[in-house]
C-alpha cells in the first residue's frame, strides 16, 4: 500500500465512523477522523526522502564521498577561466559540474557556492565532499580528507589533488553541501511495514478502511491501554507484532503517536 492510498484509506474512514457513530457523536467522530489525518500525515513524513535533506542539497543519498570521488575524474584538465567542462574548467565550475554530475544543482559563482550548505566549525571537522573557500572568497576546493584538496589553481595550471596550503585562519568557510555519510536506512514503506503485520492489527485494520472508532482509538493509545506509552514493544504490539519492521521506523511511528497523544486524542 503506498502513502497515497493510505491516506484516501484514512479519508474512507470520515464517512465509516459516522455511519457507526450516528450524528449524535458527530464531534467525537470528527476529532478522530482528523487524528487519524494526522496519524497519516506524520507516516507519510516517515517514509518521504525526496527533496532537500535539511539545509543540505540532494535527497540524501549522494554524500561527501560521493563528491570526493566524482572530483577526481577532472584532475589533468587545464584551467579555463569561466570554464565547466572537461576541455577547460576553473575552481567554481569543478564544483558545479562535480555536483551536477552526481544530480545536485549548485550555483555557479565562489561568492554563492559559500553560501550553500551548512557551515563545517573548523578544518578538524571537515569531511570528504566538503568545499574550503579561501582568498577571500577568490578560490574555492573540494576537500578530499587528509589536510587534501582538489581544485583548479589558476590560468596555466591544471586541476590537481594536493595539499591544504592554509590554515583555519586563512579559510572563509568550509560548506558541507550534501550529507557526509550515507543515511541510516529509510524508513519502511507502508506497504512493507504492513506485510509483517497480523491482518487485525488496529494498523492494518485504520489503513484498510475496516477500524472501529474504539480500535482507532486503542492503535493511538497502545493495546495495553496506557494512553502515555509509546514504547517501542506497545508499537511493535500495535503492528501485530511485526519483527521485520526496521527499529528506526517504529521510533518515528512512536514519536508520530506521542504527539498525537500530546494533541487531545481521547
Keep these: 500500500m503506498s502513502v497515497g492510498e493510505a491516506m484516501a484509506s ?22 478522530a477522523t482528523g487524528s487519524a489525518t494526522l496519524f497519516a500525515d506524520a507516516l507519510a513524513g516517515t517514509t518521504s526522502t ?59 559563482l565562489v561568492h554563492e557556492q559559500a553560501t550553500v550548505g551548512t557551515e ?33 589553481p589558476y590560468e596555466g595550471r591544471n586541476v590537481s589533488v594536493q595539499k591544504l596550503w592554509v590554515g583555519d585562519d586563512q579559510i572563509d568557510t568550509i560548506r558541507r553541501v550534501v550529507p557526509s555519510e550515507a ?7 507502508l506497504s512493507s511495514l504492513l506485510s509483517g503485520a497480523s491482518s487485525s492489527s488496529p494498523l492494518a485494520s485504520l489503513l484498510s478502511g475496516t477500524s472501529s472508532p474504539s480500535s482507532f482509538s486503542s492503535l493511538l493509545s497502545g493495546s495495553s491501554g496506557s494512553s502515555g506509552d509509546s514504547s517501542l ?27 498525537l497523544l500530546s494533541g487531545s486524542v481521547s
Design 10 to 31: 484514512v479519508q474512507a474512514i470520515q464517512t465509516r465512523i459516522a455511519e457507526l457513530t450516528g450524528a449524535a457523536a458527530t464531534t467525537s467522530s470528527s476529532a
Design 50 to 108: 525526496s527533496g532537500t535533506f535539511g539545509s543540505l542539497l540532494g535527497d540524501g543519498t549522494v554524500t561527501g564521498q560521493d563528491v570526493a570521488t566524482a572530483a577526481q575524474k577532472y584532475v589533468g584538465v587545464p584551467y579555463v577561466l569561466g570554464g565547466t567542462t572537461s576541455s577547460g574548467i576553473d575552481c567554481s565550475g569543478l564544483v558545479q559540474r562535480t555536483f551536477a554530475d552526481l544530480g545536485v544543482d549548485v550555483p555557479r
Design 120 to 152: 563545517v566549525p573548523s578544518l578538524a571537522e571537515a569531511k570528504p565532499g566538503d568545499l574550503i573557500v579561501m582568498n577571500g572568497g577568490d578560490h574555492i576546493a573540494i576537500y578530499l580528507g587528509n589536510n587534501t584538496v582538489i581544485h583548479a
Design 183 to 189: 543515511p541510516a536506512p529509510a524508513a519502511a514503506s
Design 233 to 259: 514493544s506497545s508499537l511493535t504490539s500495535l503492528l501485530g507484532g511485526a519483527s521485520g519492521v526496521n527499529p528506526s521506523t517504529l521510533q518515528q511511528l512512536a514519536a508520530a503517536r506521542s504527539a
